[in-house]
């Protein structure tokens, strides 16, 4: 028993394999079938043997039933007009009318046996969505046919209705729209037997309500009562019936099949009016505006939760509507619906994709193009508090609506009538968007791409940017607002790259700002008292960006109205800012007010904190910074000059001389010895230490390739010199390289420790240092100076830095520039054999006998005659730089 019961499953199974491969060979069959004429009666053959199987209980999943009926329907109703067929083939003119009703009827039955299969609204569903495109056609035999099909199902349905549907009506609204789009059909036999097919549709749904009633039916009767209720067909006036058909289905339509119903008329324009002709064109356009009106007018209060879906229903069908009055017909939904329910629609239009495309922003234009239109100013309100959300949710995800806001906008931009209303709220929009620049920068939107190509420009659209997008918006803004010369300036100056790069966007927001103060733009005043509350406002880029735009407000005379605690104390707490760039905006703001007499006292009495809040910042923003200082630098008397504030200077400076950026390096060294000169005797200790620790570090950055840097720290060196009195050798301000003038470095060594024997351990410290630097050229000069300055230091040399000598060259030895190797062997060789020939002092500890034999960095050296020694230290470290190189 057991084996019997195991073997039924696999039969069944092995059945239904052989069912399915049958399935497959017929669909082939009929696939492989001309499309253009009806020669063979396979089709049809073919069709009866899928019936066959259908009566069989083939079980199919909905996927595999839509591809059965796809492939039949398309294979059939793909066939010219039977009277086409005939004239091809006169001597065939009646077989192939036989045969083409007999393959009709086949698909018909096919229909129906699978329906029965799975009289589910599921089933059903899988039936009528392929015939659903070939109802639109834009030939008439292709829609007839549609019909029919249409129609014989339903009949189908009605007969089993009591059976079968007791679950209501699948896909409604879709089948509904399509049969009354066919009501207004150029083809009046079609007219005539869409509104049929609605006339069963009616009374399906008017049975299926009694049934839930528990009333007694005569299904004629009913039919034949609809009949006359929908009344007769007109064919002078077909948007009549279309009328009075939405009208009578009010009570059978939920949202969900009302939303079906205004996708399916807005289905229905698609492919323009070309292939109907410019008269049937025109006729199906109308039944389309006459569907979506009526629906819309009557309906509309069903639709509020399903807004979302419609819109992007539209947003997908308009890239298959081309003909120019066919797409307004199209969106009317977008402003009927916008006039009741303003919200909920714009929500709908931020998730457009981005960027919009040729559809995406006919949509949002029509929010007030057409009549009935929503209100303009509350439409700005709701895309301006879309602006001020942060594009990054909390939880860490990226947020397209300040971005969609902003696309938004910038189409309603291009409305003429909309002006008036945007000068209202143009300061809170021109700053939210500046905002949003900022808050651009760097971000990507997940799971982005790039739209299809738009129909009206075949052309690749470009990568999408967000921030070059938002920028682009601000721009607009400012054009159609007249600030046209701001917008031309900013353009001059680099102002919009500056403005997308995270570390400059402040500067390119500076940057418009100062050129709306130049050409006196309308709005500055309103600008000005509406970032006052701003300043204190959101996150760190929101806070930079309003500081950055408010400072350059502060050159306006109306800045005196404002209460000083709001310019100069806002300023003032800035310079204590932990963000970097709040101290060099507020040392700018700071600046702009010590041009009014009555500001540059308080300003002036500043300028200690202002200095000391440079400290440890990037060079850019120093060399900005101290840009900004100068004018009140200028404006100060010999008498009222601080030493105190120019050496802190001073100490910020020194730092960024080896900045690798060549204008922050040139900038810094080059406003060090403008400082310098402002000095004034007599000369303090402060001043002494920091003008001799910059010596060093200028005569290793003179050694550099760049002319421009070498340049400033000759002219630097001569000043320090002046005001030292330092009798620097005269090599010491040449750039010729110290390759081959190592005899200039051993001079200047024994000057320096000649001259500030107090300080050369600062000197070998910094030469340390610079021997770290990226910069090949400075390494090289670095282990030079080194190899010179440690044998002159014999007196006062240590173990300990001895010890930091010999690690720094020995990590050199293998530096991936060959020359810096050949060096720091020299440098090597050179201090090695000046202790020998010295005979430097054991230091405490040291048992061996000195420094000369505890430092020995290679003991293999140490046998060979002297005037090999040089030579094979070479050898071994290009040795070391090859190997190293081939790793």
């Known amino acids: 028993m057991a084996l019997v019961q195991n073997k039924v499953p696999q039969d069944l199974l092995r059945a239904e394999g052989e069912k399915k491969?049958?399935?497959?060979?017929?669909?082939?069959?009929?696939?492989?079938?001309?499309?253009?004429?009806?020669?063979?009666?396979?089709?049809?053959?073919?069709?009866?043997?899928?019936?066959?199987?259908?009566?069989?209980?083939?079980?199919?999943?909905?996927?595999?039933?839509?591809?059965?009926?796809?492939?039949?329907?398309?294979?059939?109703?793909?066939?010219?007009?039977?009277?086409?067929?005939?004239?091809?083939?006169?001597?065939?003119a009646e077989a192939i009318q036989t045969l083409y009703h007999q393959t009709l009827e086949a698909l018909q039955t096919l229909l129906h046996a699978l329906f029965i299969e799975d009289?589910?609204?599921?089933?059903?569903?899988?039936?009528?969505?392929?015939?659903?495109?070939?109802?639109?056609?834009?030939?008439?035999?292709?829609?007839?046919?549609a019909v029919n099909s249409n129609i014989s199902l339903l009949n189908h349905t009605l007969l089993s209705l009591p059976f079968y549907m007791s679950s209501g009506f699948p896909a409604l609204g879709l089948l509904l729209g399509r049969l009354i789009l066919r009501i207004g059909d150029p083809d009046e036999e079609i007219g005539r037997?869409?509104?049929?097919?609605?006339?069963?549709?009616?009374?399906?749904?008017?049975?299926?309500?009694?049934a839930r009633d528990k009333e007694e039916t005569n299904t004629k009767e009913l039919y034949e009562s609809n009949k006359r209720f929908l009344g007769p067909y007109n064919p002078v006036s077909p948007c009549q019936n279309i009328l009075r058909v939405i009208a009578e289905f009010g009570d059978f339509l939920d949202p969900q099949q009302v939303k079906d119903l205004l996708l399916a008329a807005v289905e229905g324009l698609?492919?323009?009016?070309?292939?109907?002709?410019?008269?049937?064109?025109?006729?199906?356009?109308?039944?389309?505006?006459?569907?979506?009106?009526?629906?819309?007018?009557?309906?509309?209060?069903?639709?509020?939760?399903?807004?979302?879906?419609?819109?992007?229903?539209?947003?997908?069908?308009?890239?298959?509507?081309?003909?120019?009055?066919?797409?307004?017909?199209?969106?009317?939904?977008?402003?009927?619906l916008a006039s009741s329910f303003m919200t909920e629609v714009v929500v709908a239009l931020l998730m457009c994709p981005l960027p919009l495309n040729s559809n995406g922003a006919e949509m949002w234009r029509q929010l007030i193009l057409r009549k009935p239109s929503c209100d303009v100013r509350d439409l700005l309100d709701l895309l301006l508090s879309s602006l001020k959300e942060k594009p990054v949710t909390k939880k860490g995800r990226a947020s397209i609506?300040?971005?969609?806001?902003?696309?938004?906008?910038?189409?309603?931009?291009?409305?003429?009538?909309?002006?008036?209303?945007?000068?209202?709220?143009?300061?809170?929009?021109?700053?939210?968007?500046?905002?949003?620049?900022?808050?651009?920068?760097?971000?990507?939107?997940?799971?982005?791409?790039?739209?299809?190509?738009?129909?009206?420009?075949?052309?690749?659209?470009?990568?999408?940017?967000?921030?070059?997008?938002?920028?682009?918006?601000?721009?607009?803004?400012l054009l159609k607002m007249g600030c046209s010369y701001e917008v031309v300036f900013v353009e001059a100056e680099g102002g919009w790259e500056l403005m997308e790069q995270a570390e400059s966007h402040h500067l390119g927001v500076s940057l418009l700002a100062r050129a709306m103060v130049r050409y006196t733009c309308q709005e500055l005043c309103r600008l000005l008292y509406l970032l006052i509350p701003l300043l204190e406002r959101g996150d760190e880029k929101h806070k930079i960006t309003a500081t950055a735009f408010f400072v350059e407000l502060l050159q306006m005379k109306q800045v005196r109205r404002i209460p000083e605690e709001y310019s100069l104390g806002r300023m003032v707490e800035g310079l204590c800012h932990r963000e970097p760039v709040m101290k060099v905006l507020s040392i700018r703001g700071l600046t702009i007010l010590a041009r009014r007499s009555e500001k540059m006292t308080k300003v002036q009495a500043l300028l200690p904190s202002m200095v000391r809040s440079l400290k440890?910042?990037?060079?850019?923003?120093?060399?900005?910074?101290?840009?900004?200082?100068?004018?009140?630098?200028?404006?100060?008397?010999?008498?009222?000059?601080?030493?105190?504030?120019?050496?802190?200077?001073?100490?910020?400076?020194?730092?960024?001389?080896?900045?690798?950026?060549?204008?922050?390096?040139?900038?810094?060294?080059?406003?060090?010895?403008?400082?310098?000169?402002?000095?004034?005797?007599?000369?303090?200790?402060?001043?002494?230490?920091?003008?001799?620790?910059?010596?060093?570090?200028?005569?290793?950055?003179?050694?550099?390739?760049?002319?421009?840097?070498?340049?400033?720290?000759?002219?630097?060196?001569?000043?320090?010199?002046?005001?030292?009195?330092?009798?620097?050798?005269?090599?010491?301000?040449?750039?010729?390289?110290?390759?081959?003038?190592?005899?200039?470095?051993?001079?200047?060594?024994?000057?320096?420790?000649?001259?500030?024997?107090?300080?050369?351990?600062?000197?070998?410290?910094q030469g340390l240092e610079y021997a770290?630097?990226?910069?090949?050229?400075?390494?090289?000069?670095?282990?030079?100076?080194?190899?010179?300055?440690?044998?002159?230091?014999?007196?006062?040399?240590?173990?300990?830095?001895?010890?930091?000598?010999?690690?720094?060259?020995?990590?050199?030895?293998?530096?991936?520039?060959?020359?810096?190797?050949?060096?720091?062997?020299?440098?090597?060789?050179?201090?090695?054999?000046?202790?020998?020939?010295?005979?430097?002092?054991?230091?405490?500890?040291?048992?061996?006998?000195?420094?000369?034999?505890?430092?020995?960095?290679?003991?293999?050296?140490?046998?060979?005659?002297?005037?090999?020694?040089?030579?094979?230290?070479?050898?071994?470290?290009?040795?070391?730089?090859?190997?190293?190189?081939?790793?």
């Open 119 to 145: 009289p589910t609204p599921s089933g059903l569903k899988s039936i009528l969505e392929p015939l659903g495109p070939w109802m639109n056609s834009g030939k008439a035999h292709e829609r007839a046919r």
């Open 270 to 336: 698609r492919g323009g009016a070309e292939p109907w002709g410019k008269e049937a064109g025109e006729m199906m356009q109308l039944a389309s505006e006459v569907t979506l009106s009526s629906v819309l007018e009557w309906y509309r209060h069903k639709v509020l939760d399903v807004i979302p879906e419609i819109m992007q229903g539209i947003y997908r069908q308009l890239s298959h509507i081309q003909d120019p009055r066919a797409r307004e017909v199209a969106l009317l939904p977008v402003s009927f």
């Open 21 to 92: 491969t049958v399935m497959m060979k017929m669909m082939r069959q009929i696939q492989e079938e001309p499309l253009d004429s009806l020669l063979t009666s396979v089709r049809w053959r073919a069709m009866e043997t899928l019936t066959q199987l259908s009566h069989m209980r083939l079980v199919l999943d909905v996927q595999e039933r839509a591809q059965l009926v796809s492939t039949c329907v398309h294979s059939v109703f793909s066939l010219p007009s039977v009277r086409a067929m005939q004239e091809q083939d006169e001597a065939r």
């Open 772 to 887: 770290k630097s990226p910069k090949a050229s400075l390494r090289k000069s670095s282990v030079l100076f080194i190899g010179f300055l440690v044998p002159c230091m014999e007196k006062v040399m240590t173990e300990d830095w001895m010890n930091e000598v010999k690690v720094a060259l020995e990590d050199l030895r293998h530096d991936p520039e060959a020359c810096v190797c050949i060096y720091v062997a020299q440098a090597q060789d050179h201090i090695l054999a000046n202790c020998r020939q010295n005979s430097w002092p054991p230091l405490r500890g040291d048992s061996v006998g000195g420094l000369a034999a505890s430092h020995c960095w290679s003991p293999s050296c140490e046998n060979l005659p002297t005037s090999h020694k040089r030579r094979s230290w070479i050898m071994q470290v290009l040795n070391s730089w090859k190997m190293a190189s081939k790793q």
């Open 401 to 477: 609506v300040p971005l969609a806001a902003a696309s938004g906008l910038c189409e309603l931009l291009s409305v003429n009538s909309c002006a008036s209303c945007v000068r209202r709220i143009y300061p809170q929009l021109l700053l939210a968007l500046l905002i949003q620049v900022h808050y651009h920068i760097g971000i990507k939107l997940p799971g982005h791409r790039v739209p299809q190509k738009d129909t009206k420009n075949q052309a690749q659209p470009p990568a999408f940017v967000p921030v070059h997008w938002v920028v682009k918006v601000v721009k607009t803004l």
């Open 616 to 765: 440890s910042l990037d060079g850019v923003l120093v060399v900005e910074a101290i840009d900004s200082l100068k004018t009140i630098f200028k404006g100060q008397d010999r008498k009222q000059r601080d030493s105190s504030v120019y050496v802190e200077m001073l100490q910020v400076l020194l730092p960024h001389f080896s900045d690798s950026r060549e204008e922050v390096s040139a900038s810094c060294i080059n406003m060090y010895g403008k400082v310098v000169q402002k000095l004034q005797a007599p000369c303090t200790q402060a001043m002494e230490e920091q003008l001799i620790h910059a010596l060093v570090p200028l005569l290793l950055i003179m050694q550099e390739s760049n002319a421009k840097v070498g340049q400033k720290c000759v002219k630097t060196l001569f000043r320090c010199s002046c005001f030292m009195a330092w009798e620097l050798p005269r090599t010491a301000y040449s750039r010729k390289p110290w390759d081959n003038r190592q005899q200039a470095v051993a001079k200047i060594c024994k000057y320096l420790v000649n001259t500030h024997r107090d300080s050369l351990f600062v000197f070998l410290s």
């Open 193 to 210: 037997k869409a509104l049929d097919g609605v006339t069963i549709l009616y009374t399906i749904l008017e049975l299926q309500k009694r």
